[in-house]
């Protein structure tokens, strides 16, 4: 018999869609402006504190290694820093106030694909898989771990960054093919229901595209993967106490990101 992985139980906040809706609108209102920012260096003052697992629900951002000495983002960070830790700051707290999900609110995780913590962790993110190249050890693991019941969110990548993120994918998962997801997916109504996907990239204004990948490629069967493609819901996370995009498009990442969590924790 397969081993599952220990994950915490989800199920759905007793609240009116309506009203988590003006609840995720007025938090984004009042928390303008809480987050310092260390100008001309490109890096927050304070980072998230780095939690373990304790039986709470916690964010786990993957680190990878670059093939190359990139300096990626402001500051000189590694890529799949992108967003860290504002996003997750943020993300946290509604996903905290709106769900009934135990939620470790006050730090996250950034964990390796080697670490044999990995499995504690029934959902991990990561950013710009463009730049993601895995050891055979990674490799290992990663299928390890999604095949025993783990859940993956990729995110904040776009145009030609999806041919590394294949060719990765089929080290990971040989003959996995990712499948477009239309809006009548499940995983678009595990909490807010998702009226349509035509949500842009943030900065480069291109449609977001949305994929899955399936357990012997069967749309049926279980999710294994989400991926979020010409997009980067994090960048609306990390700046949308900042006034930098509208709060409505704001919203709906937010709501695209709890599906998420609702979805793989309730599977």
Sequence with gaps: MRKQLLIPAARHQKVSRRAATWLLTAFLLVSAGTFAFAQGRGRYVEDFPNAEYDGRYVFARISYSEPMNFSFRRGGGAPWSHD??????????????????????????????????????????????????????????????????????FDDFAGRDWFNFEGQLQKVLPGAIPIRLDVDHPIFDSFYRIAKLDQVHPLQQIPAEYYGVFEDNDPTKRMLMIVNYNNDIAE?????????????????AYKIGINYIIYALSR
């Design 84 to 153: 860290y830790p504002r996003a997750e700051r943020n993300f946290l707290k509604l996903l905290s106030e709106l769900s009934s999900i135990n939620v470790r609110s006050d730090a996250s995780t950034i964990i390796s694909l080697d670490n044999p913590e990995l499995f504690r962790f029934p959902v991990i993110y990561m950013a710009e898989p463009g730049f993601w190249a895995p050891s055979p050890e990674e490799v290992d693991r990663l299928r390890e771990y999604l095949l025993k019941g783990g859940f993956m969110i």
């Design 236 to 252: 609306w996370w990390e700046f949308s106490d900042e006034g930098f995009f509208p709060i409505e498009l704001s919203n709906e």
